[in-house]
């Protein structure tokens, strides 16, 4: 990008400082470097891997992160559903089907290079191969209170306005700002290439299991001759959980096919009270602990928090004191807890009742007509559970008879 679009001439003792550094590559980064070059900034986006990268992911594609993409962007579908099985730990099998495609199904490695694409498109710098060690807002590596530092693991420093954190859910830019968790689950999954035969039997099809676990809950996506086959549960249950995949693999007559890759990944979830920025440095995405408490759906809570931070750190970038620094971070976190926030209270609520009633919640979907469509409606993206509970009182005193 040019330095002309900048709040200035972007040289400090010949040093070159960016307007927005933002930290990892994912969703999350690649959505707030896009908000913040389509606004004329200087961008760099750091990513310590190259790209593209695997990731573990189901790579499931609901209405809100199709909405939050950005424009003209294709996206790499797999397979599309139509069609859900729904069990409750291995029994009770039903299957609904819907004429519109619910959800698409993507490769991580592929739709995240295609967002990085989009934002080198707009005009962000890539660089991959780059760990960031640490960062610095005070101190003999900053010129000047508009400047924050990104030290990187080789000891370069960069110079930044601002600085957005989208380092996934070990975030050490989480650790700067001092994000609050107040739940980690441990995701395990394995791709699994299998014959046509097999890959035939669920094309356009998902299953999903309600586990032996609170709160655990099991899936079978498929991606053309690939199954992602994965299971999700409160951390701390490990060789539980471990067992459960075991279980579910067998039980689905797969255990047969050698995966190809098989990974492991914890998922956080931020407390209420968990800061979102600290001085000229925001966090996004799960570095922020922002995702679905209930089915841990974390893609497009970082798209739109991504494209969020990306808009509010160009606001940043733009302010010359503390104050206006403040209040432009507390505008951030102010729209992040307005619509993000609020699914998540939901969500949590959702996740505290199917803890407890797992039953409930598959004779529900499976059985109850109203409940099937809001599922349905959810992932195609005509509604939200903030917007069900707030437009239908039977939904929200629903919630309220179960949450005692």
């Given amino acids: 990008m040019s330095s002309e679009n900048s709040s200035d001439d972007g040289q400090d003792d010949g040093q070159r400082v960016w307007d927005v550094v933002v930290v990892g590559a994912g969703p999350a980064g690649a959505s707030a470097a896009y908000a913040a070059a389509v606004a004329g900034r200087r961008v760099l986006l750091l990513e310590k891997a190259e790209l593209p990268r695997y990731k573990t ?8 992160t199709r909405d939050a993409l950005p424009p003209g962007f294709e996206l790499p579908f797999r397979d599309r559903i139509h069609a859900v099985t729904f069990s409750l730990e291995g ?38 191969g780059a760990t960031v060690s640490r960062v610095e807002q005070h101190g003999s590596a900053v010129p000047d209170r508009r400047s924050v530092a990104v030290v990187l693991q080789d000891g370069e420093t960069l110079l930044a306005r601002t600085v957005v954190g989208a380092d996934g859910s070990a975030s050490r830019i989480g650790a700067h700002v001092g994000v609050k968790l107040d739940q980690v689950d441990l995701g395990l999954e394995a791709e699994i290439p299998v014959p046509e035969t097999v890959a035939e039997d669920w094309k356009g099809r998902v299953l999903i299991d309600w586990g032996p676990l609170p709160g655990s809950y099991g899936w079978v996506f498929p991606k053309g001759d690939i199954l992602t086959v994965g299971v999700i549960s409160a951390r701390g249950e490990g060789a ?19 995966p190809s890759v098989s990974s492991g990944h914890l998922t956080r979830c931020r407390a209420d009270d968990s800061p979102l920025s600290r001085g000229r440095v925001l966090v996004c995405g799960d570095a922020a602990g922002l995702l679905e408490p209930w089915t841990r759906e974390g893609i497009s809570f970082a ?102």
């Fill in 57 to 64: 992911c189901g790579g499931g594609i609901i209405g809100p």
């Fill in 91 to 128: 029994k009770f099998a039903r299957t609904r089907r819907s004429k519109q495609m619910l959800f698409g199904l993507i490769n991580r490695s592929e739709f995240d290079q295609q967002l990085v694409e989009h934002a080198q498109k707009a005009g962000a710098e890539l660089r991959t």
């Fill in 240 to 258: 539980a959980t471990k067992r459960y995949l075991e279980d579910f693999i067998a039980r689905l007559g797969l255990a047969g096919f050698e």
């Fill in 303 to 404: 798209l739109r928090s991504g494209r969020l931070a990306g808009e509010w750190a160009v606001r940043i970038a733009e302010a010359h004191d503390a104050v206006d620094t403040r209040r432009q971070a507390l505008n951030y976190a102010f729209a992040i807890k307005a619509g993000l926030g609020v699914e998540m209270s939901i969500g949590k609520r959702m996740l505290a009742i199917f803890e407890r009633r797992p039953g409930v919640f598959h004779a529900a979907l499976t059985g109850f007509r109203p409940a099937w469509k809001a599922f349905a409606g959810i992932t195609r993206g005509s509604t939200s559970l903030g917007e069900m509970v707030r437009s239908h009182p039977m939904a929200e005193r629903a919630l309220t008879r179960l949450d005692r």
